[in-house]
């Protein structure tokens, strides 16, 4: 494994950029044109970042050529994950869309994914990327944000992540906030946490389902916390739809509404630890209107569950329970208020 540069990424702008000018470029320059011959990148100049290129592989792939500045004596491994390669150093035969050749050496970072909405997320990162490391980057800046891709693609070699669907119930959840950036930083790390969104003698929980019986599963202790904590429970009913919004979409529309950088490169590192490899395989959407006006709010102590401690010997127990008739309560003010603390 690649060890870490404990360089932080410096971001300059406050607000990223929403312009999605590599999206744009890639899929006007390359979508209609075939794959260039093996061995070649077919390429054109970023024009915000005109030292750098913009390519598209004989496979089809999505790249981008940085070129760095005179390296030091050490160079650090290549990468190659499913979704993403990172060759240090290359030296690049390049074909212009003029039929042109040219040799450029530099940083080559390969998106490989096959879900077209994970290369949109690779070309939007690598946008803020380039805004960032401006005209003449030291490959120490280059690094710092190849480190921050590789974190986030490595953990869609994760086989062991759970269903895609709660994921996106509880990116709808931030996405429908008023302030989603409370939500991102209260966010669990580890999908295998208690609670979603934690802050002490406060949580909530997002439960999707597939209609509108509501039937989730809790544990006990979720429904009768042990502490004295309040908890409230989203309950989003989740339908699959051809046409409807994968989670890298929701995931991308949260992060244009995040001002602070750490909250985006946050959100990016819990969506991809979720998701897992599910993020990658899964060519899942859902019905987007139908789930955001069906979320509703409930209290965890207004939900049956057991009132009496069970024996010290019973580690662990799990409750499937029908909420459609629990009441519900307008509680997303509250929960905002909670969470923020």
């Not at 650090?76 to 039929?99: H, W």
């Not at 080559?108 to 909405?117: E, G, H, I, L």
């Not at 005209?135 to 490595?154: C, G, K, M, N, Q």
């Not at 208690?194 to 429904?223: M, Y």
Request: proline share 6%.
């Amino acid at each position: 494994m690649t060890p870490f540069s404990s360089r932080c990424i410096e971001v300059k702008s406050p607000v990223r950029s929403a312009s999605f000018q590599l999206q744009t470029l890639f899929r006007e320059e390359f979508e209609s044109r075939p794959v260039p011959a093996a061995g070649l990148i077919s390429a054109v100049p970023i024009p915000s970042s005109p030292t750098n290129r913009l390519g598209r592989d004989e496979r089809g792939n999505a790249c981008i050529i940085i070129a760095v500045g005179p390296g030091g004596a050490a160079c650090r491994p290549d990468v190659r994950l499913q979704n993403l390669s990172v060759r240090r150093r290359a030296k690049c035969e390049i074909v212009r869309t003029d039929g042109k050749r040219e040799t450029l050496q530099g940083v080559v970072v390969t998106c490989s994914a096959a879900s077209s909405d994970l290369r949109c997320f690779f070309l939007d990162l690598f946008d803020q990327a380039l805004d960032n490391l401006g005209t003449a980057p030291s490959e120490l800046d280059v690094d710092a944000w190849i480190d921050h891709a590789y974190r986030l693609f490595a953990e869609l070699d994760d086989p062991t992540a759970r269903e895609i669907r709660g994921l996106w119930g509880e990116l709808l959840v931030i996405a429908s906030s008023r302030d989603p950036e409370v939500l991102v930083r209260r966010w669990h790390d580890d999908p295998r946490d208690r609670f979603d969104f934690f802050v002490p003698s406060f949580a909530l929980e997002v439960k999707t389902c597939r209609d509108l019986d509501r039937v989730h599963v809790f544990s006990l202790a979720q429904l009768r916390p042990s502490t004295d904590t309040e908890v409230v429970v989203a309950s989003v009913p989740v339908r699959s739809d051809p046409a409807g919004v994968s989670a890298v979409e929701l995931l991308t529309e949260v992060e244009g509404r995040l001002q602070q950088a750490e909250s985006r490169a946050r959100l990016r590192e819990v969506t991809f630890r979720i998701g897992g490899a599910a993020l990658a395989e899964s060519p899942q959407r859902f019905d987007r209107r139908s789930a955001t006006a069906a979320i509703r709010y409930l209290r965890a102590s207004a939900i049956p569950a057991f009132e009496s401690a069970p024996a010290h010997e019973i580690l662990s127990v799990q409750l499937t329970i029908r909420c459609a008739n629990i009441p519900s309560e307008d509680l997303a003010v509250h929960v905002l208020n909670q969470l923020h603390g």
